[in-house]
């Protein structure tokens, strides 16, 4: 099955520094890629969309400036969390998916748990 | 508009007892897909089963089965003979066709499974 990988899978960083996560896809191209929160015993939020070669679309409520979101290849996005806050802290999933149709399977990361101090 | 609602926030079974995890939805689209994951401590999601709106048939693997009923929009998920192993949270999810493959979660049923 496909596998997606993130990295790091845990970081831990003081409040207003800036953290980036990466999240790969390893045996597929994935053209989408997700990016969920989750916080503790809550449900799985949706960030933002991007697309690979293009801008992100983020949801709503979700701050644009605040969650950077790269995705330059096909293969790789990353999520930078700028001056960090403690509020900020939460476990950060990525999911991605081959192709744009919307009947095609999202594949999850293991997740990154953020704790900012 | 997209919801999923799984109103069971926790349930706790002994085991070996069959457990019923409910999932009602809601969407607009003529073409959607049902979804169920596991969550465990870890935190990684273990995908359970994709059903498209097309297929009503039921489903079942090994303990796990599910049914999936549209006049109720409902996708109920089964364990059969719970094991501790079985302890997880689980989320019920539903991506429309024309919603960009955007996964809409419901709030998740913690299940406990007792020796």
């Known amino acids: 099955g496909a596998v997606v990988s993130q990295h790091p899978s845990w970081v831990i960083c003081k409040s207003g520094t800036s953290v980036k996560i990466e999240c790969r896809s390893l045996?597929?191209?994935?053209?989408?890629m997700f990016w969920y929160r989750q916080f503790p015993k809550q449900s799985l939020m949706l960030m933002a969309t991007?697309?690979?070669?293009?801008?992100?679309?983020?949801e709503q409520g979700v701050e644009k400036d605040k969650f950077l979101i790269n995705h330059a290849s096909l293969t790789l996005s990353t999520l930078t969390v700028t001056s960090a806050h403690p509020e900020d802290s939460s476990f950060y999933i990525c999911?991605?998916?081959?192709?744009?149709?919307?009947?095609?399977?999202?594949?999850f990361g293991p997740g990154t748990r953020l704790t900012v101090l | 508009a997209q919801k999923v609602t799984q109103a069971q926030t926790e349930i706790s079974v002994v085991e070996k007892e069959d457990v019923t995890l409910d999932c009602v939805y809601e969407?607009?689209?003529?073409?959607?897909?049902l979804f169920w994951y596991k969550q465990p401590p870890s935190g990684e999601l273990v995908f359970l089963i994709r059903r498209n709106s097309f297929d009503e048939q039921n489903e079942i693997s090994g303990r796990y089965s599910w049914n999936f009923q549209k006049s109720t929009s409902s996708f109920n998920f089964t364990i059969t003979a719970s094991q501790v192993v079985d302890s997880a949270v689980y989320f019920c999810a539903l991506s429309g066709v024309n919603q960009g493959g955007k996964l809409i979660f419901g709030q998740g049923t913690e299940l406990s499974v007792k020796p």
């Open positions: 045996d597929f191209q994935a053209t989408t």
């Open positions: 991007s697309n690979e070669g293009s801008k992100a679309t983020y």
């Open positions: 999911s991605a998916r081959e192709g744009k149709a919307g009947y095609n399977e999202q594949f």
């Open positions: 969407t607009r689209d003529t073409t959607y897909y």
